[in-house]
């Protein structure tokens, strides 16, 4: 099956710093979203982000598909984007389930 | 607020009971899933139903029985369960299955003693 690598694995910011997290993939993809999810272990939708780039807010997002790998980019982080982000996959043959992968674990202190 | 409900949002279960958790949605979306997380790990998809038909079952034990009334309810019924079942059960609901968000429910964290 498909492998989604997500680094870094653990990440420790300043509240107010830029962070980059990457998640790559092994397959041709047609479905890519990003999650976060909170300490209390509820997830939320971020980015359906097959190809392209997409903007919320403070978070951005950007897949390149041909290339197999996909970014989210986080400006002027807050303790509350702390937690754990997901990126999940559909691989492009023809199952049509999410695979997740192993996740970037984000601390932001103040 | 989250738009998928799940129920409850703790359980506490021996391993000779019965129990059922249950998820409902009302975004018209016509996908449902249960995922299974243990602590510290991604989400590993369990189930996916799709116009209310079984469409994914990723090879899981038979003491887990998902069931999908009508295309609002989701239930996972659960029997003769494992200590190391015990995780955070996560229901999803998405438009169609593939190619579309996933949204998910808060969880229920479940305790196998």
């Known amino acids: 099956g498909i492998q989604v690598e997500q680094s870094p694995p653990d990440l420790i910011l300043q509240e107010g710093a830029n962070s980059t997290l990457r998640c790559n993939f092994s397959?041709?993809?047609?479905?890519l979203q990003w999650f976060h999810q909170n300490p209390w272990g509820q997830l939320i939708n971020l980015f359906y982000?097959?190809?392209g780039t997409k903007q919320n807010g403070r978070l951005s997002a950007t897949t390149v598909a041909t290339e197999r790998y996909s970014l989210l980019y986080i400006s002027s982080s807050q303790t509350t984007d702390s937690g754990v982000y997901f990126c999940?996959?559909?691989?492009?043959?023809?199952?049509?389930?999410?695979?997740f992968g192993t996740g970037t674990r984000l601390l932001v202190s103040p | 607020d989250t738009e998928v409900t799940q129920t409850p949002k703790h359980l506490v279960m021996g391993m000779t009971n019965k129990k059922s958790l249950k998820c409902e949605q009302h975004?018209?979306?016509?996908?449902m899933y249960w995922y299974k997380q243990k602590a510290k790990k991604p989400p590993e998809l369990m189930f996916v139903y799709s116009y209310e038909k079984l469409s994914i079952n990723e090879s899981v034990p038979s003491r887990f029985s998902p069931e999908c009334p009508n295309s609002s309810l989701l239930n996972l019924h659960l029997h003769a369960l494992q200590p190391e079942d015990s995780a955070l059960y996560l229901c999803?609901?998405?438009?169609?299955?593939?190619?579309?968000?996933?949204?998910f429910g808060n969880g229920t964290r479940l305790t196998v003693t």
């Open positions: 397959d041709s993809v047609n479905n």
């Open positions: 999803a609901s998405s438009q169609s299955q593939g190619r579309s968000p996933l949204h």
């Open positions: 975004m018209g979306h016509r996908a």
């Open positions: 982000i097959p190809s």
């Open positions: 999940a996959v559909e691989a492009n043959t023809g199952f049509q389930k999410l695979v």
